[in-house]
């Protein structure tokens, strides 16, 4: 059974930093490319970040860059995401996305964990 389980959300103040997780199993992590979305009330969910199989090349959505960091721990099937100066516009609910290496038809979702970015 396949699941992605996500945890680290909650209510942080403008400027301050959380570090999102995501634990996989029922599948082989290493050979998925991990990606952080995220969905904001009203708005389509956008890619944030993606890490490939191996963590060696990430990309960012520009309004995260610099802030924003995707890392991998293939031993431990897991995904983070440390997110730094956060913002008000970051609020959203946050998913983990798996996306098989060989084939973009075959990926799996998180059910999400809430951010929100308030004083």
């Known amino acids: 059974q396949v699941q992605l389980v996500e945890s680290g959300g909650g209510l942080v103040q403008p400027g301050g930093s959380l570090r999102l997780s995501c634990a996989a199993s029922g599948f082989t992590f290493s050979n998925y490319v991990m990606s952080w979305y995220r969905q904001a009330p009203g708005k389509e969910r956008e890619l944030v970040a993606t890490?490939?199989?191996?963590?060696?090349?990430?990309n960012y959505a520009d309004s995260v860059k610099g802030r924003f960091t995707i890392s991998r721990d293939n031993a431990k099937s897991t995904v983070y995401l440390q997110m730094n100066s956060l913002k008000p516009e970051d609020t959203a609910v946050y998913y983990c996305?798996?996306?098989?290496?060989?084939?973009?038809?075959?990926?799996?979702w998180g059910q999400g964990t809430q951010v929100t970015v308030s004083s």
């Open positions: 890490a490939t199989i191996v963590g060696t090349i990430t």
């Open positions: 996305n798996a996306q098989w290496y060989y084939s973009a038809n075959v990926h799996y």
